[in-house]
């Protein structure tokens, strides 16, 4: 907690270092770190994930720095508005860990260039705006290819939010490894249009099971499908953004884990050491970003030790889970043999691989 | 036992009073709840209450007070006039997200030229989306007798899936690498909607919101349609037989509420939120109805109660940042002022008076009035 | 166009389940709307429900205590409504979106302890002999309880309005509050006791929903039915059997659109999306403009003030 003196006087501090770019006070104050949430923490999914994140820099630097937060910001205007109250109270590091912050947050840090903002899921960079992401898709193969051995009805359902390229690469990297295990698989894909609803993910994930589906992904955020899977017996899922321990063994039969806390750790940590530059990170298993939660014992073993050796080959950088041959939607050449997706491709992907039924809508 | 008697008039002191009161009141439970999750109470207050207008940050607080409050006084200086007559239009929020749809629509069909025509343009175009969104209830209601509460409501959902058709499809920056959202339409000299004197807040939304509550004013105080909607209100016989017609009353209303919603949209989406977005809309059009009520459908009202609502978000928001309060607990603050307010009405039409002693019986005329 | 990867028993089956949050909190709203108080805060008393009912049977490991809980929640704030608008004469239409306001805050505030905790198992009933009859087994009778406890309790408030002595004058206050009170009815205590029940139910519905459907506590976990529910309760013109239809016509399409995605059916999302909200102002229009208009009209006295004159 601020107390009102010290508000004031970083309050007034920070004022003349926007206008004048004097130098800020002596070490011994605390470094503030301020992170915008799209959601409530209570969401129990993506802004939960960031708020893990935020308590782990605060148990790893303990008394150097000090968080704070709001939760469940608009974007836009409000946003616009709580990340310069951020500035006004002193923080010198800020996290806008939602995509639609983006244009808000680039109009913040114009007007602050001694503080250093950190926008997550966007594409536009500033001397003191670095840019961070996480490689979902990466983890998305990993629990694709338990999908493909572990489906009997050959039918995965996939329970998608927007068609944003995010999650076009997760469900194209799914099925990609799906049918590389099982060339039989086919997906079938609901667009919920929406983050969160449980009772429409609910109902979703009905209409899957319905359809003679018998493993669900889902990259919305509540635990509504995994509940379905479970009455309704003999289906599987997998957790997203958080563990979803809690339907553990079954139906839930692995996740993935959106884990902030290095990427967190590591940005406050260069900022203490002054050796803070605007950056775009974007990172996987390898970096700890994407964690693999527990792959349960319903999975045969040697399922399970095929999904870690990819997991482990993805993490050291030796296989890429775009990779030639792979041809789009329509049949027209994408990657050739051994060629890999560029970092470009796949931001901006709009379009499903060869084998997937259905269209993108737009 | 105390009991309620309704006074012949509205009394004038209590119609001052009532406001600073339910203020202070809800101070005194805001205080309770912010002591019970373990927060000085005081800094808390002071926090939400103070500190956005005389706090440290004030200069920059200040103007957002007018940013925040803006729309929200414009649509519901557009929505008085409907309640008043009786006229339900729940739908704002739908009429809103229509207007920045259309005039967002209009202005980036001229990208990337640049012309002084094009502003005023996606002005008329979105006061024309709301107007048309609200055309339907008021049409259906004339028409079929479609109950226009259910209609404009469901019109919010129909409205909210166009956004976010329209920031996935025809509307996504083509530059924007695949992301869904619109061009942002403040860094486009054509269409900004920036502050006009710097460091007041004041942009053209806010002008529109003051201009809008000196005519609703001057409608409610001197022109036939103002007279027209108090008296389909207050008797809709009555009106009846001056020749006022319901389907004219219900399309003026309607359309009159629409027109300012759609241009309230207008003005956010080409200032300060700058784009199309799947999130865009975030509750103006619903927030504007209690404003309506807080200001008792009067134009001077809704432009203190529009102030007032902006101050808790702002101080709100203050007070989470600050002292770490949940979000949660600054949204049950606001229940808590509404409440208050709310329930403080009580005291300007009726009085209270201790059960056996007599009363003068209020005339029918007034009672009438009162309602 | 192939429509034939759809069944329509399962779709029948999934559409019972999908309406019964909406259809709880809408005829907990019927009730009190036709006493004559319109409350537009089921979306609060709704979310209060699921906590409140998630909070009690996590507490107690009884959902069936949770739903009693649940439906103590929604009415203590329904409550609170009835008191600013029926003592002290507030404007309900704004008490009730600031009703939804409080119950939102503050159901979050106190489900911040029970984030990632999950309710006790509601089991399913497995009726006998029913349940194995084919079509109607899975349509009708392969259900939880609280499915058939709001078809009962249709069936119920039908009774009561229209064959009771109660009901009636519960309809005669809401018709015109002058006339009633006229004869004698205690036109408050009846509309009190019309908004608690209205406040019990929608506790009922949102406690469905984190108890049973998601089952989960969640911020935002009612995600706007409370709204849904009070359309539907117009769009039933305030009669207890056409509610039924209405909840299953909205849930119906709901699911629907749900499920033609899964069969790969070419229609575009955004269509479908807006689909139960389209399908629901057509059937209203429609059946407005048919004959017998008059027999559609809201309760007389709805949202008006009540003053005894003397």
């Known amino acids: 907690m601020i107390t009102r003196r010290n508000l004031m006087t970083t309050g007034a501090a920070g004022a003349t270092l926007a206008t004048l770019g004097l130098p800020l006070r002596a070490q011994e104050e605390p470094l503030k770190v301020g992170f915008i949430y799209v959601g409530p923490i209570g969401d129990g999914g993506w802004t939960y994930q960031h708020d893990q994140g935020r308590l782990a820099v605060e148990a790893e630097f303990g008394d150097r720095v000090e968080t704070l937060y709001q939760e469940s910001v608009p974007e836009g205007a409000d946003a616009e508005r709580a990340i310069t109250q951020m500035v006004l109270a002193g923080c010198k590091l800020i996290f806008t860990t939602s995509f639609g912050f983006m244009d808000a947050t680039v109009a913040v840090a114009e007007k602050f260039p001694d503080v250093k903002f950190e926008h997550a899921t966007g594409y536009k960079r500033l001397d003191n705006l670095a840019t961070y992401d996480a490689r979902f898709y990466e983890g998305r193969a990993v629990i694709g290819t338990i999908a493909g051995r572990m489906t009997k009805t050959n039918k995965i359902g996939y329970i998608a939010s927007y068609p944003i390229p995010e999650v076009i690469q997760g469900i194209n990297s799914a099925f990609i490894h799906a049918r590389k295990v099982n060339p039989d698989v086919e997906m079938v894909v609901i667009w919920a249009y929406t983050w969160f609803d449980p009772a429409k993910e609910a109902d979703a994930a009905q209409a899957m099971i319905e359809q003679g589906v018998d493993v669900i992904m889902q990259h919305t955020d509540s635990t509504a499908p995994q509940a379905a899977a479970q009455a309704a017996g003999n289906v599987f899922t997998f957790g997203q953004a958080s563990d979803m321990a809690e339907f553990k063994p079954v139906p839930r039969i692995a996740s993935i884990i959106d884990n902030w806390a290095p990427y967190y750790i590591k940005r406050v940590q260069a900022v203490l050491d002054g050796t803070w530059t605007s950056t775009h990170t974007w990172g996987g298993i390898g970096d700890g970003e994407v964690v693999i939660g527990e792959i349960t014992e319903a999975v045969p073993d040697e399922v399970r030790a095929e999904a870690e050796a990819l997991r482990d080959a993805i993490a050291a950088g030796e296989y890429h889970p775009f990779t030639g041959p792979l041809n789009k939607q329509d049949g027209t050449p994408w990657l050739a043999e051994g060629q890999v997706a560029t970092d470009e491709e796949l931001v901006s992907m709009n379009f499903y691989v060869e084998g997937m039924q259905g269209q993108i809508p737009s | ?371 | ?310």
């Open chain 2, 1 to 371: 036992m105390i009991i309620l008697e309704r006074r012949p008039a509205p009394s004038r002191l209590w119609t001052w009073a009532t406001p600073p009161l339910a203020v202070l009141m809800t101070m005194i439970a805001g205080g309770l709840l912010f002591a019970a999750l373990g927060k000085d109470p005081l800094t808390a207050i002071r926090t939400i209450f103070w500190d956005p207008l005389f706090g440290p940050f004030a200069g920059f607080t200040r103007p957002q007070l007018l940013i925040k409050a803006a729309p929200l006084i414009l649509i519901a200086t557009g929505l008085a006039f409907g309640f008043r007559a009786g006229i339900w239009n729940i739908g704002a929020e739908g009429q809103y997200i229509l207007g920045a749809l259309t005039g967002a629509a209009v202005g980036l069909a001229f990208y990337p030229a640049e012309s002084r025509l094009i502003f005023p343009l996606m002005v008329l175009a979105g006061a024309l989306g709301g107007l048309v969104w609200a055309m339907i209830p008021a049409l259906l209601r004339v028409r079929f007798g479609t109950n226009e509460i259910l209609v404009s409501l469901m019109l919010v959902y129909v409205a909210s899936n166009l956004l976010a058709w329209a920031a996935l499809g025809p509307l996504r920056n083509p530059e924007g690498l695949g992301f869904p959202g619109s061009r942002n339409l403040r860094q486009w000299a054509s269409s900004a909607n920036l502050e006009l004197i710097p460091g007041t807040g004041l942009h053209w939304g806010a002008v529109a919101a003051l201009v809008a509550v000196c005519a609703a004013y001057g409608l409610f105080a001197r022109h036939v349609f103002g007279f027209a909607v108090r008296l389909a209100g207050q008797s809709p016989r009555a009106a009846a037989f001056a020749g006022i017609s319901p389907s004219h009353l219900v399309i003026g209303c309607m359309g009159l509420s629409g027109a300012l919603a759609g241009m309230a949209g207008l003005f956010e989406v080409t200032g300060p939120a700058g784009q199309i977005s799947i999130d865009f809309a975030v509750g103006y059009g619903f927030t504007a109805i209690i404003v309506a009520f807080l200001g008792r459908l009067h134009p001077l009202g809704i432009l203190a109660a529009g102030l007032l609502m902006a101050l808790t978000y702002i101080g709100g928001e203050m007070a989470q940042l600050q002292l770490g309060l949940p979000a949660a607990a600054i949204q049950l603050f606001q229940g808590m002022l509404l409440f208050f307010l709310l329930a403080m009405d009580v005291l300007t039409t009726y009085r209270l008076r201790l059960k056996g002693r007599p009363a003068p019986e209020p005339s029918s005329a007034a009672a009438e009035g009162a309602r």
């Open chain 3, 1 to 310: 166009m192939n429509l034939s990867g759809i069944s329509p028993v399962l779709l029948l089956a999934s559409l019972m389940v999908a309406s019964t949050p909406i259809l709880l909190a809408a005829l907990g709203e019927l009730v009190a709307e036709r006493s004559g108080v319109l409350n537009l805060g089921v979306e609060g008393m709704m979310i209060t429900g699921a906590i409140t009912g998630f909070a009690v049977a996590v507490a107690t490991g009884s959902p069936w205590i949770g739903f009693v809980g649940a439906a103590a929640g929604g009415a203590a704030l329904s409550l609170l409504f009835a008191v600013l608008v029926l003592w002290l004469r507030s404007n309900q239409v704004a008490t009730g979106l600031a009703l939804t306001l409080f119950g939102i805050g503050l159901a979050a505030l106190v489900g911040q302890a029970y984030v990632g905790v999950r309710a006790p198992v509601f089991a399913r009933l497995d009726l006998p002999v029913l349940g194995d009859l084919p079509i109607l087994g899975p349509i009708l009778f392969r259900h939880d309880a609280v499915v058939y406890l709001g078809l009962g309790l249709v069936a119920g408030v039908w009774w009561f309005l229209h064959r009771t002595r109660a009901g009636l004058r519960l309809r005669a206050v809401g018709e015109n509050h002058d006339a009633a009170h006229a004869l004698g009815y205690k036109v408050q205590l009846i509309r009190l006791g019309a908004v608690l029940f209205g406040g019990a139910l929608a506790g009922l519905g949102g406690a469905y929903l984190s108890l049973v459907r998601v089952p989960q506590w969640t911020q935002g976990v009612t995600a706007g039915a409370g709204w849904i529910a009070l359309a539907i309760v117009v769009f039933a013109s305030w009669r207890p059997w056409r509610l039924l239809l209405g909840a299953w016509l909205f849930g119906g399409i709901s699911v629907l659109q749900l499920n033609l995605q899964a069969a790969r059916v070419p229609i575009p999302v955004e269509v479908l999306s807006m689909a139960p909200y389209v399908v629901t102002i057509l059937v209203l229009v429609l059946i407005s403009s048919g004959r017998g208009r008059a027999a559609l009209a809201a309760p007389g006295s709805l949202g008006q003030p009540f003053h005894a004159a003397r």
